[in-house]
C-alpha cells in the first residue's frame, strides 16, 4: 500500500503542475488578444493596424491589386524619419500632430516660420502642388504669392510643416517635402485619397500628391501603369478641388 502511494503521488503532482501550466497559457493567450485589440483600436481601426504591421514586417510590397496598393501607399505609420521625433509627432497620433505642425504656419501659425529668398520660392513651389480638396474649397493651399488659400486645420498643418523644414532640413527636395504633406494628407483623408490613389493607380494619370507618394518605386502593372513612378515636379496638372470646408 505505502508503495502504491508513493507510485500515485508524483503522478498528482504532474496533474496540478500541467493545470497551473494551462491556466497560465490561457490567461496569456487572453492578455494577448486584449492588448492586440486596444492597440489596433489606439492606431484608429484594423486598416490603420493592417499598415503597421505591413512596414513591421519588412518594408512595402506592392501586389498589383490597384485597391490594396492604394491602402499600403497611402496610409502611413510610425515616427517620420527626418522630423518626427523632433517635432514630436507620429502617424497614429493625427490631430496632436496636427496641432504641432499648424503652430509654424507661415501665415496663421503662432510661431509663424518667415520665409524669404530661396526659401520662400521653394515654399510656393511645393505648396502650390497640393491642395485640402476634400475640407476647403482652394485649388491650392496657398495662393501664388505665398498667402494661405485655406484657413483648415489640415492646410495649416502641412504649410506649416513645409516651412519647418525648409527652414530646418533644406537639404530634402522640393519633391521629398512634398511627399512628407502627401502622406499627412493621406492620414486627413484616408478614404478619399485611397479612392483617389487606386483611380490613378489604374489610370496611369498622376497629380502631384499621389505622385508624391509613388516617387522612386517600381510598379507593378495596374491598367496602363507599368514601371518607374512619376516625380511630382514633372507633373503639370493641379489636384482638382471638391466641396468647402
Given amino acids: 500500500m505505502a508503495n502504491l502511494n508513493r507510485l500515485t503521488r508524483p503522478r498528482q503532482y504532474l496533474a496540478v503542475v500541467n493545470i497551473i501550466a494551462l491556466t497560465v497559457f490561457l490567461f496569456a493567450t487572453v492578455t494577448n488578444q486584449v492588448v492586440i485589440a486596444s492597440t489596433s483600436s489606439a492606431l484608429g481601426g484594423t486598416r490603420y493596424m493592417a499598415k503597421l504591421l505591413s512596414l513591421l514586417g519588412g518594408g512595402l510590397k506592392l501586389s498589383g491589386d490597384a485597391a490594396a496598393d492604394a491602402m499600403k501607399l497611402v496610409l502611413s505609420a510610425g515616427v517620420p524619419a527626418v522630423y518626427g521625433a523632433e517635432m514630436g509627432v507620429d502617424f ?3 490631430q496632436p500632430a496636427i496641432d ?6 507661415p501665415t496663421y501659425g503662432a510661431q509663424k516660420i518667415v520665409l524669404a529668398g530661396d526659401d520662400l520660392k521653394r515654399y510656393i ?8 480638396e476634400y475640407c476647403c474649397g482652394a485649388k491650392s493651399i496657398i495662393r501664388e504669392n505665398g498667402e494661405a488659400a485655406c484657413g483648415c486645420a489640415h492646410s495649416q498643418a502641412m504649410r506649416g510643416l513645409a516651412a519647418y523644414l525648409l527652414k530646418n532640413h533644406s537639404q530634402m527636395s522640393n519633391d521629398e517635402i512634398l511627399r512628407e504633406l502627401a502622406r499627412w ?3 486627413y ?3 478619399q485619397m485611397m479612392q483617389k490613389m487606386s483611380g490613378h493607380l489604374q489610370s496611369g494619370s498622376f497629380t502631384p500628391d499621389t505622385a508624391a507618394l509613388i516617387m522612386g518605386m517600381k510598379l507593378p ?9 512619376p516625380l511630382p515636379s514633372e507633373i503639370k496638372d493641379m489636384p482638382g478641388m471638391v466641396g468647402g470646408c
Fill in 185 to 187: 494628407k493621406g492620414m
Fill in 221 to 229: 502593372k495596374y491598367g496602363q501603369t507599368n514601371g518607374a513612378a
Fill in 92 to 94: 497614429e497620433h493625427v
Fill in 125 to 132: 513651389e511645393i505648396a502650390l502642388k497640393i491642395s485640402c
Fill in 189 to 191: 483623408f484616408p478614404k
Fill in 100 to 105: 504641432k505642425m499648424k503652430i509654424y504656419d
